[in-house]
């Protein structure tokens, strides 16, 4: 494949999302990626790229203008793969996933779409959801295992108001974390009840657990 100069396909992507280049990085992900392996593209080439751009703003290399344009482009893309829900893996957990106070849905797509193109059914909550509201949806799907996605700090946080209520009432699902409050500091899912971290969509599907293929 041909990247115009900007070395590996993720470099060339990375170039093309700073630049905010939508054309050129929707060529870059059509030509790298097999639309029958979403998961592989997701893991080899969009998070290390946003990976990249998100250390170049903690660095104060990029702006924050930068990483939510490389976000949304990158989110459309891997909307436009319609990852089925095949769920062809037998005896797997219950598995819900949601975005909790916000509506940034870049990191709930990547690993949406990850669960799913590895076999999994996944219950899609939708995103600016309260603790109370995803409460009520663990009650009724007997989720057992709850992807969380935050942006903010404030968001992040209410997940303690969740793991508490879960607590109180008993109910045994496994609360799995992340998003930028939880990058910047990885105490933090311990500190709101959470029982792990994800750092990425691959260690979201690793987490899962259950399941044969």
């Known amino acids: 494949m041909k990247n115009g100069g900007d070395g590996s396909p993720v470099e060339a992507l990375e170039s ?5 280049d939508r054309a050129r990085a929707r060529e870059i992900l059509r030509g790298s990626c097999n639309p029958d392996d979403p998961y592989s593209c997701i893991s080899t080439l969009i998070e ?7 250390e170049q703003w903690a660095e104060g290399d990029a702006a924050l203008s930068q990483i939510y344009v490389s976000g949304k482009i990158c989110e459309e893309y891997i909307r436009s793969l319609h990852v089925q829900a095949s769920g062809i893996r037998q005896g797997q ?5 949601a975005v909790i106070e916000d509506f940034h849905t870049l990191g709930k797509e ?10 999994y059914h996944v219950e899609d909550y939708g995103a600016g959801l309260t603790a109370t509201e995803i409460l009520e949806l663990i009650r009724r799907d007997n989720i057992e295992v709850l992807f969380l996605s935050a942006l ?38 311990q500190e709101v009840g959470a029982d792990a971290f994800a750092h990425d969509a691959a260690e979201a599907v690793d987490l899962v657990g259950g399941g044969e293929e």
Do not use: N, Y
């Not at 957990?93 to 996933?97: E, K, N, S, V, W």
């Not at 990547?110 to 076999?119: D, E, I, K, P, Q």
């Open 110 to 119: 990547t690993v949406l779409a990850a669960l799913r193109s590895s076999g």
């Open 152 to 189: 903010m700090l404030r968001a992040a946080l209410e997940v303690r108001h969740l793991a508490d209520a879960l607590h109180e009432e008993g109910i045994p699902v496994r609360l799995i974390v992340g998003g930028a409050p939880f990058l910047f500091d990885e105490q933090l899912w």
């Open 93 to 97: 957990p219950r598995i819900g996933i």
């Open 16 to 20: 093309a999302l700073l630049r905010s």
């Open 48 to 54: 290390p790229a946003l990976r990249s751009i998100g």
